[in-house]
């Protein structure tokens, strides 16, 4: 079967998972890289200038990864992949839940303190809008990098289900997590919340091509907070 615009193969939904890893990108051991092979369904979004990132550039390459994915999309970021999702969301509009349906933002980066990495410092102010998708923020109690009242404080102001991790770092392959089940799991809670959306959007576009992003909002719901 073919991909439709919903993201249909058939009866079977194909949502398409975007990784997007942070500064110096992820390595063989990060979990980001291990659900790349392992899963079958991630691909990573190549930002470029991964040791020296620059905001409007990363900005721009995830929204051209987003428009060749088309819908519905899972955003899977890490750290500063995190935030620069939150300014893609508030760089281009989009309806509640499409073409993005989702994210898992894990371990946000603290880009709005003091930084020895100026191109840290080109990321602040975070945004502080909610987001216009679901989304899970997993942070951590000892993460060197955020925290975790800071990083509790961005999920309130994205609009995400703040999920304590407990004591794992700044969740990356020093953590020690290998695949990581809690964020597998996490990633087929939203991988269901696309297909519900998705399912609707699929029903209601033909009887219906107006108001369909408030209908599916309504029906899918964002996780309680």
């Known amino acids: 079967f073919m991909r439709d615009r919903f993201g249909w193969e058939g009866d079977t939904l194909q949502p398409a998972i975007l990784t997007i890893p942070g500064l110096n990108s992820s390595g063989p051991d990060h979990w980001q890289t291990r659900w790349e092979t392992l899963r079958g369904d991630c691909s990573r979004v190549e930002l470029g200038d991964w040791d020296n990132p620059r905001r409007e550039l990363w900005i ?77 923020l997993v942070a951590s109690r000892n993460d060197p990098y955020i925290r975790f009242d800071r990083a509790h404080n961005l999920g309130k102001y994205w609009g995400s289900q703040v999920i304590d991790a407990g004591e794992c770092g700044h969740i990356n392959a020093e953590s020690g997590l290998g695949d990581w089940p809690l964020g597998q799991k996490l990633l087929d809670q939203l991988i269901g919340t696309a ?31």
Do not use: K
Not at 78 to 85: E, F, M, R, Y
Not at 199 to 207: D, T
Not at 209 to 223: C, K, Q
């Open 195 to 225: 297909v519900d959306q998705a399912g609707l959007r699929r029903q209601l576009r033909p009887a219906r091509a107006g108001g369909v992003g408030e209908l599916v909002r309504g029906a899918s719901g964002v996780p309680a907070r």
């Open 60 to 136: 721009n390459r995830l929204d051209g990864a987003i428009r060749a994915a088309g819908g519905p999309i899972i955003l899977v970021a890490h750290s500063l992949g995190a935030v620069t999702v939150a300014w893609w969301a508030a760089r281009f509009a989009q309806p509640y839940g499409w073409p993005v349906a989702a994210a898992l933002l894990v371990a946000p980066a603290d880009c709005d303190r003091t930084h020895n990495i100026p191109s840290l410092d080109d990321f602040g102010p975070v945004p502080r809008e909610a987001l216009p998708f679901p989304s899970y």
